[in-house]
C-alpha cells in the first residue's frame, strides 16, 4: 500500500517549485516554460532550515 505524498508549490528566484514531503524526506523541483529542470532532496531537518532562511510562501497544498 502505497502512502500518501503531500504536494504543494513555492516561489524561488522567481521559479515555480513543486514541494513533495516524503516520509523520509522533502524533494524541490524547479519548474520552468521548459519543463523539469533540477530536484533537490533534502532531511526533513535540512529542508526547515532550508524554508526558514529562504522565507519560503507556499501555496496550492494537494494530497497524492
Do not use: R
Not at 17 to 36: A, H, M, Q, R, W
Amino acid at each position: 500500500m502505497e502512502s500518501e505524498q503531500l504536494l504543494t508549490y513555492c516561489m524561488l528566484d522567481d521559479i515555480h517549485n513543486l514541494v513533495v514531503f516524503y516520509p523520509s524526506y522533502v524533494s524541490i523541483t524547479e519548474c520552468d516554460d521548459e519543463g523539469i529542470q533540477e530536484t533537490t532532496q533534502y532531511t526533513h531537518k535540512e529542508f526547515v532550515k532550508f524554508a526558514n532562511e529562504n522565507n519560503i510562501q507556499f501555496y496550492d497544498w494537494e494530497v497524492e
